[in-house]
């Protein structure tokens, strides 16, 4: 179905492989931008080369787990091709992420070194359980060191299964789990996502996502396929995001319909400006109609991009403008070199307009999740033609043309605010809250906010604050309800038609 | 102590704040729940409101830290404008 030459996307090249060609290419050529400053391909490959140095000193070798809880700083770029450069895994976690979540991960990744900022060391090693826990600016000043005479290792063997990142990611269980993804896999997925979306050297991405969610994380390393440069940004500069927008030169803005809807509400209060910005790329959710005209009146000349899929294999689907007015209704086409259709519960392939679960095979499907080997039976099976198969659980269907089009899920898994979630994790938090007997959270809808209800005292304000202490901003719900009893359905399960009823009733 | 305007605005924006409870000038928004989002239409409301604009040195998350100082900008602002 693909009309584009898979030759470019390569299986068996690593992730450092992408900086070190970059390198080769354009030394010279703007690499990564933080608020603090600005390195060349040149300098980011030294300080790579710096931190694959450090973590030798440190007895950092193949596989060991690098967890580090960073905010978007250049020196994470570093810390992520120093890392693969040494064999080792780099773990990144929200910086949003609360020991609640933390310690859970922490357990289960089973780091040999932890790096955070410095005000966090305390808490982290309470946490941590013996292991070290670095803060980052004492780290950066070795590392600045080895940099300064440019610092080599002794070499370590890499090889394209080995492991780069553990990406956490949440689900349909309590606790978030890890998506493993090892080095060819993930420069496979780079590299047909840039053949769809044809970053160039003269782009500037602007990327407003932290590197421990993996929307982020790729958009550096398409960036250095592409020979472009990434500018990070974080939550700080958000009421200054146009500007920055501007003044960073930026050509591509990866977006989710939330920060969307902000740049909308910043392009209002400011007369229309000039601007490089040529392409947005959005994820997570679809884009209301009304927030893609809105962009595309404060850009003019800009196209937005759809795009659909989730860690597991890091991406499905791209729909390249071209389609925009043919299939308005689309999520994409499959990235090329890979597949993806329609299956019924028996796993036959459906024809076209039937709906069934979306399952992906191809070089871009992750082998699976982090010591979970039941979740990863469950999710990647054998595909028949050998490899895995990914199931999404999410559903819908294809067209003659087989592009996919995604109609919804039938498990507890969402997406809000850009964010993938499940009501059991935020139900499992709010049980958790001194007071609550029972809860139940009911999904995002058009017109509706993610909405929790809880059952015993506790005043519905402080069930938000208290769930703010230990989730991540996107995973609070905006709607709080304290009910008698929850509803319940002959099967004894959350009766979630009723609960809607009762916001319904309740709205404003 | 700011106009009871001001507060009636920023209220909707601080979803952990029950009703009955006071809001004090020198809580954390965050803590209230304040996020990204609301910040920015917060900005839209509050110039909408008192017909004034945000200096682009004003816009900054410390201005939008606490309710109290960011009382202080709006106030100050008023000043300008009645000057």
């Given at each position: 179905?693909?009309?584009?030459?898979?030759?470019?996307?390569?299986?068996?090249?690593?992730?450092?492989?992408?900086?070190?060609e970059a390198t080769a290419e354009c030394p010279d050529a703007w690499a990564v931008t933080d608020g603090a400053g600005r390195w060349t391909y040149r300098e980011l490959a030294a300080h790579s080369h710096a931190v694959d140095v450090w973590l030798e000193a440190r007895g950092i070798g193949h596989g060991d787990r690098v967890l580090v809880q960073l905010p978007s700083v250049r020196e994470l770029v570093a810390l992520l091709y120093g890392t693969a450069r040494r064999g080792a895994v780099l773990v990144p976690v929200n910086t949003g992420m609360k020991d609640y979540h933390l310690r859970a991960v922490v357990e289960n990744a089973e780091p040999a070194l932890v790096v955070v900022t410095d005000p966090a060391v305390e808490r982290?090693?309470?946490?941590?359980?013996?292991?070290?826990?670095?803060?980052?600016?004492?780290?950066?000043?070795?590392?600045?060191?080895?940099?300064a005479v440019e610092a080599r290792s002794s070499g370590a063997q890499v090889g394209p299964e080995d492991i780069a990142v553990l990406v956490y990611t949440s689900g349909s269980t309590a606790a978030?789990?890890?998506?493993?993804?090892?080095?060819g896999r993930m420069v496979f997925a780079t590299e047909a996502i840039g053949l769809e979306l044809g970053y160039r050297p003269d782009d500037v991405v602007f990327c407003r996502f932290?590197?421990?969610?993996?929307?982020?994380?790729?958009?550096?390393?398409?960036?250095?396929?592409?020979?472009?440069?990434?500018?990070?940004?974080?939550g700080e500069s958000d009421l200054v995001l146009l500007r920055r927008i501007r003044e960073t030169g930026a050509t591509v803005v990866p977006i989710v319909p939330s920060l969307a809807t902000m740049l909308c509400a910043l392009a209002e209060r400011e007369p229309r400006r000039e601007s490089r910005v040529r392409m947005f790329t959005n994820t997570g959710a679809a884009l209301p109609k009304s927030t893609a005209e809105g962009l595309r009146a404060a850009f003019p000349g800009a196209e937005v991009v759809v795009q659909f899929g989730q860690t597991e294999c890091k991406r499905v689907s791209v729909l390249p403008p071209a389609f925009r007015d043919a299939k308005p209704d689309s999520?994409?086409?499959?990235?090329?070199?890979?597949?993806?259709?329609?299956?019924?519960?028996?796993?036959?392939?459906?024809?076209?307009?039937?709906?069934?679960?979306?399952?992906?095979?191809?070089?871009?499907?992750?082998?699976?999740?982090?010591?979970?080997?039941?979740?990863?039976?469950?999710?990647?099976?054998?595909?028949p033609d050998g490899g895995l198969r990914l199931h999404t659980g999410d559903f819908g269907h294809v067209d003659e043309d087989g592009f996919l089009y995604y109609e919804g899920r039938r498990d507890d898994v969402f997406k809000h605010k850009g964010v993938r979630m499940s009501t059991t994790e935020i139900e499992a938090a709010a049980t958790d809250v001194p007071g609550v007997r029972a809860a139940a959270v009911l999904p995002p809808a058009p017109g509706r906010d993610l909405a929790v209800f809880a059952a015993g005292e506790i005043d519905p304000h402080v069930l938000l604050r208290e769930l703010s202490l230990r989730l991540e901003p996107a995973k609070v719900p905006g709607v709080s309800r304290v009910v008698d009893e929850l509803p319940l359905t002959a099967h004894g399960k959350h009766d979630r038609k009723q609960l809607a009823r009762i916001l319904e009733g309740n709205a404003p | 102590m700011w106009d009871e305007q001001f507060e009636q605005i920023l209220r909707p924006f601080l979803p952990f704040l029950p009703p009955q409870e006071e809001l004090t000038p020198g809580t954390e928004l965050k803590d209230l729940g304040l996020d990204s989002l609301g910040t920015v239409q917060l900005l839209g409301t509050l110039e909408e409101t008192y017909q004034v604009h945000f200096r682009d040195s004003a816009l900054t998350m410390d201005t939008f830290r606490t309710a109290g100082v960011l009382w202080e900008t709006v106030e100050s602002m008023l000043q300008r404008t009645a000057g």
């Open positions: 179905m693909n009309g584009e030459s898979t030759a470019g996307a390569r299986t068996g090249a690593l992730v450092h492989d992408l900086l070190d982290i090693t309470a946490l941590a359980d013996g292991v070290p826990v670095l803060g980052l600016d004492g780290v950066w000043r070795e590392i600045a060191e080895l940099r978030p789990k890890a998506v493993i993804c090892p080095h932290p590197i421990s969610w993996d929307y982020g994380l790729y958009k550096v390393l398409l960036t250095a396929a592409g020979r472009s440069e990434i500018v990070l940004a974080d999520v994409g086409r499959p990235l090329p070199g890979t597949r993806a259709f329609v299956v019924d519960e028996e796993g036959t392939p459906l024809p076209p307009w039937e709906t069934g679960e979306i399952v992906v095979e191809g070089p871009h499907v992750m082998p699976g999740y982090w010591r979970a080997p039941e979740q990863t039976a469950r999710t990647f099976r054998p595909a | -």
